[in-house]
């Protein structure tokens, strides 16, 4: 499993760090910091962190070779959960703001 944050969108609400503690730490008030690939043992959790999140900042990917059950429903709100490829935008000019701050 591979999960992108959009770091653009995210307000900093910190469902995520709630529901996924192991995957998803606040450093500061507001800096999110995520483990990209987590064990599918953690799919769970993180898909309940995805589906809280205010915002929908939250991207889950399977990984080439992973295995699933398309029918099986998300553990929260239906059609939240992104699975399969998806495509990230990243705004650049954010990412230069915030390394220029660093």
């Not at 770091?7 to 730490?25: K, M």
């Not at 043992?41 to 059950?69: F, H, S």
């Amino acid at each position: 499993m591979r999960i992108v944050v959009d770091l653009n969108r995210c307000q900093g609400y910190a469902q995520c760090v709630y529901l996924a503690h192991e995957v998803f730490r606040l450093n500061g008030q507001e800096a999110l910091t995520y483990e990209p690939n987590p064990d599918d043992e953690r799919r769970l959790q993180v898909e309940r962190a995805a589906a809280a999140c205010p915002v929908q900042a939250i991207v889950i990917d399977r990984l080439d070779g992973e295995e699933g059950d398309e029918t099986d429903p998300p553990p929260y709100r239906h059609n939240q959960i992104f699975r399969g490829p998806r495509h990230v935008l990243v705004d650049i000019d954010g990412i230069r703001r915030l390394t220029r701050r660093a």
